[in-house]
């Protein structure tokens, strides 16, 4: 294990992680056909990012596991419980090693669903988003000059607080709070790419040394070197950052609400609770020559 503090971030090249992520309901009185989605294994390729190795486990017997893939490429685990008396308890563990210096690079056909440019539900541009969206296009050139103005003025525009914003917060809703969490930042930023015209998605992941998941924005562009294919360059709002090699990426989607890490139904008038735990350790790296 090695500590982050020493790390020449700037000068490493190469970086391995282990994740491991626990996720425990626990409820009042029986429950039945537990359906529940996973979204807390990274793609096998993901950029600079690779999956080295990955499992899902389950604290008790009967239960069965399907493993799929979503329209944006994100892992899925899909598990299914038929019964289950008071807890049941998942758990990921993950490898991921990553590379400095090699661009996110997406194949033709990357604009083709539209989700990178069109409003989500929780992305949705109002009069004030509108208004600052026309500001910064006009102060910035179109690209990332113009993406790198908008992570700024989504970094100074808000406060980061908990408790005061909640999944379903849209982007519209948490600037005119002035404050939220990561997602929100997240959200904003998008609401005010996609007014700009500047494809973006939302991205769930980890950072090193934050205790709960994290969430930033992908500004993608195309490549114009004939090839049609796009690259998708990180920006981080709530730290008013570009990403580095300390940021772990699970999934992609439009908005927070395609890749929420835990969701699921089951058949009871229960109220169930959630408990979770992350541990991101940083295992190995090298330095450029």
Same mark, same amino acid.
């Given at each position: 294990?090695?500590?982050?503090?020493?790390?020449?971030?700037?000068?490493?090249?190469?970086?391995?992680?282990?994740?491991?992520?626990?996720?425990?309901?626990?409820?009042?009185?029986?429950?039945?056909?537990?359906?529940?989605?996973?979204?807390?294994?990274?793609?096998?390729?993901?950029?600079?990012?690779?999956?080295?190795?990955?499992?899902?486990?389950?604290?008790?017997?009967?239960?069965?596991?399907?493993?799929?893939?979503?329209?944006?490429?994100?892992?899925?685990?899909?598990?299914?419980?038929?019964?289950?008396?008071?807890?049941?308890?998942?758990?990921?563990?993950?490898?991921?090693?990553?590379?400095?210096?090699?661009?996110?690079?997406?194949?033709?056909?990357?604009?083709?669903?539209?989700?990178?440019?069109?409003?989500?539900? !929780?992305?949705?541009?109002?009069?004030?988003?509108?208004?600052?969206?026309?500001?910064?296009?006009?102060?910035?050139?179109?690209?990332?000059?113009?993406?790198?103005?908008?992570?700024?003025?989504?970094?100074?525009?808000?406060?980061?607080?908990?408790?005061?914003?909640?999944?379903?917060?849209?982007?519209?809703?948490?600037?005119?709070?002035?404050?939220?969490?990561?997602?929100?930042?997240?959200?904003?930023?998008?609401?005010?790419?996609?007014?700009?015209?500047?494809?973006?998605?939302?991205?769930?992941?980890?950072?090193?040394?934050?205790?709960?998941?994290?969430?930033?924005?992908?500004?993608?562009?195309?490549?114009?070197?004939?090839?049609?294919?796009?690259?998708?360059?990180?920006?981080?709002?709530?730290?008013?950052?570009?990403?580095?090699?300390?940021?772990?990426?699970?999934?992609?989607?439009?908005?927070?609400?395609?890749?929420?890490?835990?969701?699921?139904?089951?058949?009871?008038?229960?109220?169930?609770?959630?408990?979770?735990?992350?541990?991101?350790? !940083?295992?190995?790296?090298?330095?450029?020559?």
């Amino acid at each position: 294990m090695i500590d982050p503090a020493s790390v020449d971030w700037a000068s490493a090249r190469r970086v391995s992680y282990s994740l491991r992520q626990t996720f425990r309901y626990e409820y009042p009185q029986p429950v039945r056909d537990l359906s529940h989605r996973l979204v807390v294994i990274p793609p096998e390729r993901f950029g600079d990012q690779m999956r080295l190795k990955h499992q899902v486990s389950v604290d008790r017997d009967g239960v069965e596991f399907e493993n799929g893939r979503d329209r944006f490429g994100n892992m899925i685990v899909n598990v299914f419980a038929p019964r289950v008396s008071e807890e049941i308890e998942f758990v990921a563990e993950v490898t991921v090693e990553r590379h400095a210096g090699e661009p996110n690079r997406l194949p033709d056909g990357w604009l083709s669903e539209g989700y990178l440019l069109e409003p989500s539900p !929780l992305t949705s541009a109002d009069e004030r988003i509108q208004r600052a969206a026309q500001e910064l296009a006009e102060s910035a050139q179109w690209g990332l000059p113009l993406a790198d103005t908008i992570n700024d003025w989504v970094y100074q525009s808000m406060t980061y607080q908990h408790g005061v914003t909640g999944v379903r917060t849209t982007a519209a809703e948490a600037l005119a709070l002035g404050s939220g969490v990561c997602q929100d930042y997240a959200h904003v930023m998008l609401a005010v790419c996609r007014a700009c015209r500047l494809p973006s998605r939302y991205v769930s992941g980890h950072l090193l040394g934050q205790g709960g998941t994290h969430a930033w924005v992908e500004v993608v562009l195309p490549t114009n070197d004939g090839t049609g294919e796009a690259i998708a360059s990180t920006f981080d709002p709530t730290h008013a950052s570009r990403g580095g090699l300390g940021y772990v990426t699970i999934a992609v989607g439009g908005d927070y609400s395609d890749v929420a890490p835990t969701s699921g139904t089951y058949l009871s008038s229960a109220q169930g609770r959630l408990l979770t735990s992350k541990r991101v350790t !940083l295992t190995d790296l090298d330095y450029g020559g």
